[in-house]
């Protein structure tokens, strides 16, 4: 599976937090269907997570940035 390079700084914060909020739905859903009967490539939940997770990577930074810009006023 060829990995998608999505460049999640681009995103507005809201924008993120809805793309987020989204891809953990469908994970959980295709997570369950793979629990009742075998999905069709189990690599795709990997690679959902592993999106899932660089997403919430991007929000961390932002949150530590917004911090550290805050405590320098």
Not at 28 to 57: C, G, N, Q, Y
Request: aromatic fraction near 6%; include cysteine; charged fraction near 35%.
């Amino acid at each position: 599976m060829a990995q998608i390079n999505t460049n999640y700084a681009d995103l507005t914060l809201e924008e993120l937090q809805e793309k987020i909020s989204n891809e953990k739905v469908a994970y959980k859903k295709m997570k369950f269907t793979h629990a009742i009967s075998s999905v069709e490539s189990p690599v795709k939940l990997r690679f959902m997570r592993r999106e899932i997770a660089r997403m919430l990577t991007e929000l961390r930074k932002r949150q530590i940035t917004h911090r550290i810009s805050t405590c320098r006023k």
